[in-house]
């Protein structure tokens, strides 16, 4: 059974950095691509950055590129979000997700697998 466990999340001030994580169990994480997704209240489930499988090919979401970075350890089958600079704008559950594939994913549809999410709150 694969499970996917996102932590880290919280409320932080505008200009503040959190870095959420996100733990797998019951898949082969070492060649499995994964990514971030966030969802809002009043928006769609948005992609936020993806990796490959060997972190060698990395995308991000033009709103959260140079703010935020994403990264794993695959001897830990964790996966990271390291996000800074944090604006209210950035507000909404964070869910990771793994995708049947050794590449980067853009598209929600394209992930197999969903952790139940992390909430990150950006006060102003």
Partial sequence: QV???ESGGGLVQAGESLRVSCVASGLRFSVTAMGWFRQSPAKELEFVA????RSGTIFYADSVKDRFTISRDNAKNTLYLQMNRLNPEDTA???CA??????PQREA???AYWGQGTQ????S
């Fill in 3 to 5: 499970q996917l466990v």
């Fill in 50 to 53: 993806t990796i490959s499988a």
């Fill in 93 to 95: 559950v964070y869910y």
């Fill in 98 to 103: 793994a995708a049947p594939s050794l590449l």
């Fill in 109 to 111: 549809r394209d992930y």
């Fill in 120 to 123: 990150v709150t950006v006060s």
